[in-house]
């Protein structure tokens, strides 16, 4: 199983930009696909973007598509989630997630078991 941190958060002004960084350790970091998912107080957790074990395909949500962008670094074992034009709903607490079997969008969150440990992203208006 394979160890992830976030970092990067923080609180940022509408239409503002944030990079989220995912560290990953243990195993082989390109057997993977990695994701990341949000969760905002009172909602479920949510995807927001995906990308293939070899970074050659990305998938977003459609609230975040053209505004946030999603990518891989295998060789430093690292996932960035660059977040362009940040709105208020975009507030939520942002969850790396790695998926050795599928790419990870919502339907596989019951049956992904490598979580970060989450990083605030808080978007004032």
């Known amino acids: 199983q394979v160890q992830l941190v976030e970092s990067g958060g923080g609180l940022v002004q509408a239409g503002g930009s944030l990079r989220l960084s995912c560290a990953a350790s243990g195993r082989a970091f390109s057997t993977y696909a990695m994701g990341w998912f949000r969760q905002a107080p009172g909602k479920e957790r949510d995807f927001v973007a995906a990308i293939s074990w070899t970074g050659g395909t990305t998938y977003y949500a459609d609230s975040v598509k053209g505004r946030f962008t999603i990518s891989r670094d295998n060789a430093k074992n690292t996932v960035f989630l660059q977040m362009n034009s940040l709105k208020p709903e975009d507030t939520a607490v942002y969850y790396c997630?790695?998926?050795?079997?599928?790419?990870?969008?919502?339907?596989?969150?019951?049956?992904?078991?490598?979580w970060g440990q989450g990083t605030q992203v808080t978007v004032s208006s």
């Open positions: 997630a790695a998926d050795q079997f599928a790419i990870p969008d919502k339907d596989r969150i019951p049956d992904i078991t490598s």
